[in-house]
């Protein structure tokens, strides 16, 4: 391929997943859409419409968090276009765990999630990759009660009753996530969220509790193209799953205690990385300057392959637009 080669973004997402140079480095950002997250149609028109203002090269959908439990009774309450609060939650003591059941992922919340995927598959005609924002069984459980540390002292005393619901769980969003691949998902977007990282567990501890499930329900899944494994927070345990058969690596490498981009490309042997923009308020308040020059720092220092430029997480929904569309235009 020639150097002024147009790619599409598919062409450019199976390049940069393969080792292969790329006409640009593909690049995508995602963000909530809170008072638009509550009807399979608005959340997934929302994600369209994001996705045609700016052409990113892979669009990861951004549901609500709390869309993976709320079929096990945990509530929520939205204000607006404001984050929800929780209202309910339904593990009050251990001896809740044993009474989750796995769920019929076409039903409820979850089939909501099926239906919404259904719309964007048709809104992107198979041009654009799409993957579907998944937690870990271990984080999914966390959120059924009032707080972490509630759930760490469960997990560590009790850990019998909360092994049986990870059991439950994994199966769910095993069945959960071969349906959003069967829905036209590419993959998943995998994430820890507060569970990877020596914050909460040491390296010994997470896998001990969490890699077993992690794993399981990755190996339950049909091929797919596209999985990414999003490793959350500061002092991440990348380390720790970097042998996770999935295909590419998220992270924020400019959070204290994390490796840069290029550190944890030589982590994970090789596999495609993605990260390297802000994802704090920081964002919200730079310069559109100052991000393009950032952008070009890391194409001058990373090179044409083996990364995608993105967010360390989920980005504000005030920033604004003239930043996103800085930070889009300086891969060009």
Not at 163 to 176: G, P, Y
Not at 292 to 303: D, E, H, S, Y
Request: charged letters at 25%.
């Amino acid at each position: 391929m020639e150097e002024t080669e147009k790619m599409t973004h598919w062409e450019r997402i199976r390049a940069t997943l393969n080792g292969r140079e790329v006409d640009r480095i593909p690049v995508s950002m995602w963000r909530h859409f809170f008072g638009q997250e509550t009807t399979a149609e608005s959340l997934a028109h929302a994600m369209a419409g994001f996705q045609r203002r700016f052409d990113w090269d892979f669009m990861k959908v951004n549901p609500r968090a709390s869309y993976h439990v709320e079929d096990w009774g945990v509530k929520v309450e939205y204000t607006g276009d404001s984050p929800p609060a929780v209202v309910e939650t339904p593990i009050k003591t251990p001896a809740d765990w044993l009474k989750l059941k796995v769920l019929d992922v076409h039903e409820g919340v979850l089939g909501e999630q099926l239906a919404a995927l259904e719309i964007i598959a048709r809104e992107l005609k198979g041009e654009v990759p799409f993957i579907m924002t998944v937690f870990t069984p271990m984080s999914i459980a966390s959120r059924m009660v009032r707080s972490e540390d509630i759930f760490l002292e469960h997990l560590k005393q009790h850990t019998a009753e909360v092994d049986f619901a990870l059991e439950v769980i994994t199966e769910t969003f095993t069945r959960f996530s071969r349906a959003c691949l069967g829905r036209g998902a590419s993959g998943l977007f995998y994430a820890t969220t507060s569970w990877a990282t020596t914050d909460r567990l040491t390296e010994k501890e997470y896998r001990k509790y969490a890699r077993p499930f992690d794993v399981k329900l990755l190996a339950g899944l049909p091929t797919a193209e596209f999985h990414m494994l999003h490793v959350c927070r500061r002092n991440n345990l990348l380390h720790a799953v970097r042998d996770y058969p999935v295909h590419a690596f998220s992270w924020d490498p400019r959070a204290g205690g994390n490796p840069s981009l290029a550190e944890g490309r030589a982590i994970v042997n090789g596999k495609a990385v993605i990260g390297g923009m802000p994802q704090d308020r920081s964002l919200v308040k730079a310069d559109p300057a100052h991000l393009t020059a950032q952008v070009q720092g890391m194409r001058i220092a990373l090179g044409k392959k083996g990364w995608m430029l993105g967010p360390g997480c989920t980005y504000p929904p005030d920033t604004p637009e003239a930043n996103l569309r800085a930070i889009r235009d300086a891969v060009e």
